[in-house]
């Protein structure tokens, strides 16, 4: 099937989905890789509240490329999801509810994912010049000293994506491996 969805994703809308699908996201998706991530964690760790929100929310594992004079971003590709797995457990049960990347994911993520109704997604690697061309307004909001790991706001259109593993913990990447 394919879909066009706004983010933040309503749950219908994730449970709707299957591995498999492809998505076309419109609307607000974060951008955190792994120092990002680390901080987050950390943060976490100590008690303290994350710099934004991540109920609800979608976050998108790049490291964009410094946008040239009239973009909006460089390129725009994804980085591979399994750096982030030992984090994203603990903000999976805070609320998040999708994740953009490539590759494969951990089982104590996929169980999350599972447990907390949520999605990953796989953006096309080594696309990152056509990726950025769905992104309409890009906006550091936390760790600016991270540079190109610093954690993003940005504002798609149309951003193409295959549903991978979907709320019921079905793994696109499996299914394939089993053929």
């Known amino acids: 099937m394919e879909y066009r969805l706004n983010a933040p994703f309503a749950q219908e809308d994730l449970n709707r989905l299957r591995a498999g699908d492809m998505v076309y996201i419109s609307g607000t998706i974060y ?9 987050m964690y ?3 760790q100590h008690g303290e509240d994350l710099p934004v929100d991540v109920k609800g929310q979608t976050v998108y594992y790049m ?4 946008a040239r004079e009239g ?6 590709g994804p980085t591979t999801a399994s750096r982030m797995d030992k984090y994203t457990p603990s903000l999976l049960d805070l609320g998040l509810n999708a994740m953009i990347g490539k590759g494969k994911r951990s089982q104590a993520v996929k169980d999350s994912m ?4 949520a999605v990953y997604f796989a953006a096309i690697g080594g696309a990152g010049a056509l990726l950025s061309k769905a992104i309409t307004s890009a906006e550091i909001v936390a760790y600016d000293d991270l540079g190109t790991e610093a954690l993003r706001r940005l504002t798609v259109a149309d951003f193409p994506a295959i549903v991978v593993i979907d709320t019921e913990g079905t793994d696109l ?3 394939q491996e089993k053929k």
């Open 31 to 39: 951008v955190a890789r792994d120092a990002a991530h680390k901080r």
């Open 42 to 44: 950390e943060a976490l």
């Open 63 to 66: 490291g964009p490329s410094p």
């Open 71 to 76: 973009q909006v971003i460089g390129s725009a």
């Open 114 to 117: 599972k447990k907390n109704g």
């Open 173 to 175: 990447y499996l299914a």
